[in-house]
């Protein structure tokens, strides 16, 4: 059965730094992946999704995720995080029925 | 552009009432929908899926069901409300194959 781990409950980093939200992942077949933000009493927000191609996904607000087969992993990244990203992350990845897995969420905690 | 809208953003509900949350898609045709409750500000549990009118499936067993009753219309109820069901109830709609767009949620709490 298709399963995430996401096996941070939370990542702290200093604005202005790089930022890694870990995600691995267990599927039989190809991936499909996706990472999503949710802000406090909010609806899950889109970032991005890997489908096929180059490893390195571009997403919304300056995020990205690296796709990487052999470690099964697809980390979620910025290159310069901001108090405003402070919010909880989802990994996902698609499973049967197109239904979406869901990993616990890894709260990110941006400090100015 | 396609929007989903959720009413009511919140909710009070005593234990033993009944329950309607309506969502809404606008701007697709056929989606793919689905209720989500997230309980504790954290976990999210698929509660039902629909991919057609009248066509419901059961994630879990439990006090509440789904109905469908226009393409895009997507209905969460249940007769008789426990404490245990208090937590953020989320919508969401895909195209087969796709990402799954959410809707601002509906925050239920039981007392």
């Known amino acids: 059965a298709q399963s995430v781990a996401q096996p941070e409950d939370q990542v702290n980093v200093a604005e202005g730094n790089p930022l890694t939200v870990k995600c691995t992942y267990s599927v039989s077949g190809n991936p499909y992946l996706f990472w999503y933000v949710q802000y406090p009493n909010r609806g899950l927000q889109f970032l991005l999704k890997y489908i096929t191609g180059d490893n390195l996904v571009k997403g919304s607000y300056g995020f990205e995720a690296e796709f990487n087969k052999s470690q099964t992993s697809f980390h979620l990244k910025k290159p310069s995080a901001l108090v405003s990203d402070s919010a909880l992350y989802f990994c996902a990845v698609r499973g049967y029925g197109n239904k979406l897995v869901f990993g616990a969420g890894t709260i990110l905690r941006v400090k100015s | 552009s396609q929007t989903i809208h959720q009413w009511p953003a919140t909710l009070v509900q005593p234990v033993g009432s009944p329950l309607s949350l309506e969502c809404t898609v606008e701007?697709?045709?056929?989606?793919?929908l689905y209720w989500y409750r997230q309980a504790a500000g954290r976990g999210l549990q698929l509660l039902f899926y629909?991919?057609?009118?009248?066509?419901i499936s059961s994630e879990v067993p439990q006090n509440l069901s789904a109905s469908r009753p226009q393409d895009r219309q997507f209905i969460l109820s249940s007769k008789k409300l426990l404490l245990s069901d208090s937590g953020f109830y989320l919508c969401?709609?895909?195209?087969?194959?796709?990402?799954?767009?959410f809707g601002p949620g509906t925050r239920l709490t039981v007392t």
């Open positions: 629909s991919v057609g009118i009248g066509q």
């Open positions: 701007g697709t045709s056929n989606p793919n």
């Open positions: 969401a709609w895909s195209v087969v194959g796709d990402e799954q767009y």
